[in-house]
């Protein structure tokens, strides 16, 4: 089926698109159909907003990521920000434009993959907005959450000898992406009108760059323990970026150790695969929304074998900079090459060998 959008018009769609998203959470007082939601905070909690706008071509492309993906990942980065905070996500408001090149079936398919993960995560659908547009399609998500005040987790805590922490693996969601975008560009030159790609053995990598997690067990888990990490974010941008920023914020330096990333074996195949470094993936890679985290030494013993967790380093005085120490026992500054749509450079681990400069040789 594909049914063009005018056919429905704007309350149409709208009412078809927000039908099936009952409240589960108690704040949720009113949802879609008003002037606006209403929201009650419940007791001493503070409210968390965080906001994300998706691009077609800029932030994604149409060619290679189905449209109910899109949905999942549009609302679960917007989560994966919430519990960066040590938040509970609670709402969502969805702002669409959309060009006359999509129908009502595409635009239900993003809802579905909303609906999801709105279900996932216990998180209701309460707004947004709708219009029509002439440069393809745009999502912006809008999220609501809250946390015990007091109890939010910030960049800016971190503290001389705190452990550095880092959630899951890293690096798999970017190396996807490079496989994404090789197939697609084999497919669009290949004779063979059957072309199909081929990513057997590459599940994990393209799960990750599809349909990543926010990740909600970690939270849980650092709370069950009694630990509570003295900064804290998620890493969108690649793990270089996000380190630099808790070290400007917090007005520290870290030793980050290069055998302590965690990189899942497929992303390692698929780096050598496209002749790339490895390490710079990992490091520079984005979209992981794995949590990246301090917390003081005294909680050593509590995180050391936690499940999911990994320590990589440790943060020391701002006089001594942020570097990666190799394999070697080389420092390396680290330098932020993170995602940046305002950049015209390539994708840094095209771009760079190196993921750091090397202290010695400046
Ligand atoms: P207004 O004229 O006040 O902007 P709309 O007619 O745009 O109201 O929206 C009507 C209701 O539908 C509002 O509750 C709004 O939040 C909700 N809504 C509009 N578009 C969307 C959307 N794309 N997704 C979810 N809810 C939407
Ligand atoms: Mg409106």
């Known amino acids: 089926m594909s ?76 989560f994966s920000d919430i519990y960066a905070m040590n938040g509970t996500p609670r709402q969502i408001t969805v702002s669409i434009g959309v060009s006359s090149r999509f129908t009502v079936e595409n635009i239900d398919a993003v809802y579905a993959g909303i609906k999801l993960a709105c279900e996932a995560y216990g998180v209701d659908l309460v707004g947004g907005d709708t219009s029509a547009s002439v440069t393809g399609l745009v999502i912006s998500v809008t999220c609501l959450g809250d946390v015990e005040k007091g109890k939010a987790v910030r960049r800016s805590g971190a503290k001389e000898t705190d452990l550095i922490c880092v959630s899951g693996d890293l690096g798999a969601a970017y190396m996807g992406l490079q496989l994404l975008e090789r197939e697609n560009h084999v497919a669009a030159s290949s004779k063979d009108p059957d072309f199909q790609p081929n990513f057997a053995g590459k599940e994990y990598i393209l799960q990750r760059q599809l349909r990543p997690e926010a990740r909600k067990d970690i939270v849980e888990r650092l709370r069950a323990a009694g630990v509570t990490p003295t900064s804290m974010m998620d890493v969108s941008d690649g793990l270089s970026s996000e380190l630099l920023h808790i070290c400007k914020a917090s007005g520290v330096g870290c030793r980050v150790y290069e055998d302590r990333i965690p990189i899942d074996y497929q992303t390692a195949l698929m780096a050598e695969e496209l002749n790339m470094n490895l390490v710079t993936a990992a490091m520079n890679g984005g979209e992981d929304y794995e949590l990246l985290f301090t917390v003081p030494l005294t909680d050593k013993e509590k995180v050391e074998h936690m499940e999911g967790v990994r320590m990589i380093g440790y943060v020391t005085p701002a006089s001594l900079g942020a570097a990666l120490v190799s394999r070697d026992g080389n420092e390396l500054a680290i330098r932020a090459q993170g995602w940046n749509a305002f950049s015209s450079e390539e994708a840094p681990a095209e771009r760079e060998e190196n993921p750091t400069e090397s202290e010695n040789s400046k």
């Open 3 to 78: 049914t063009e959008i005018s056919t429905l018009g704007e309350f149409g769609l709208i009412d078809r698109l927000t039908r099936e998203f009952p409240l589960v959470n108690k704040s949720s007082v009113l949802g879609v159909g008003d002037d606006a939601a209403i929201i009650a905070p419940e007791g001493d909690r503070e409210i968390l907003v965080t906001t994300d706008l998706l691009l077609e071509g800029i932030h994604f492309d149409v060619r290679y990521v189905p449209l109910m993906h899109l949905g999942y990942k549009a609302a679960v980065v917007n």
